[in-house]
């Protein structure tokens, strides 16, 4: 069997401040999602020492709503590691199904010169060979009401009005 890319999924709940006025979250939200699943991943794997890489590309395709107090998965994977550049597929899920689909593109450079940089054998292998890593998960609190947990259990979407926007 071939060694995997690496890879991670990371569990946030989707805050006030992660929200539009229509009480769904926007849009720009799902970058901090996939960025902080981005240090996730390079601190599992070893390469947490290396410079914040500028974003070059960034696509995202918003498939369903989420709305304010549910939890979100999101999965980052590596998909390429060029000489100087990152490649990652990402997708954010609610209960199992897809919410956004998109890649991430990021290039090394030195934080001194600002130039390009390239990936040395032992960073491409870690990316490239290191498989799915543990995850930051939502820490488990008390059990909530009926046993359920608060820290893992979405709440209720709000019934907003006629036009379905959520209030809350």
């Known amino acids: 069997m071939s060694p995997e890319p690496a890879s991670v999924r990371v569990l946030q709940r989707i805050e006030l401040c992660d929200t539009d006025v229509t009480g769904h979250y926007h849009h ?3 970058i901090r999602w ?3 699943a981005e240090q ?3 601190h599992r794997i070893g390469l947490d020492h290396l410079p914040v890489m500028p974003r ?3 696509t995202a395709g918003y498939r369903r709503r989420l709305w304010r ?8 994977r590596v998909e390429a590691v060029g000489r100087t550049s990152l490649r990652y597929l990402f997708d954010v899920t ?5 919410s956004v689909e998109g890649e991430l593109t990021v290039v090394k450079v030195d934080t001194e010169t600002g130039a390009t940089r390239p990936f040395d054998e032992q960073e491409r292998k870690l990316l490239l060979e290191s498989g799915e890593q543990e995850g930051d998960f939502l820490g488990r609190g008390p059990a909530g009401p009926a046993g359920r947990d608060p820290n893992t259990t ?3 979407r709000p019934s907003g009005d006629h036009w379905g926007i959520g209030y809350g």
């Open 28 to 30: 720009s939200t799902v």
């Open 34 to 36: 996939v960025e902080s």
């Open 40 to 42: 996730t991943l390079l």
């Open 56 to 58: 070059v590309n960034y």
């Open 69 to 76: 107090h549910e939890i979100v998965q999101t999965r980052l």
């Open 94 to 98: 609610t209960g199992g199904d897809p």
């Open 154 to 156: 979405p709440l209720a």
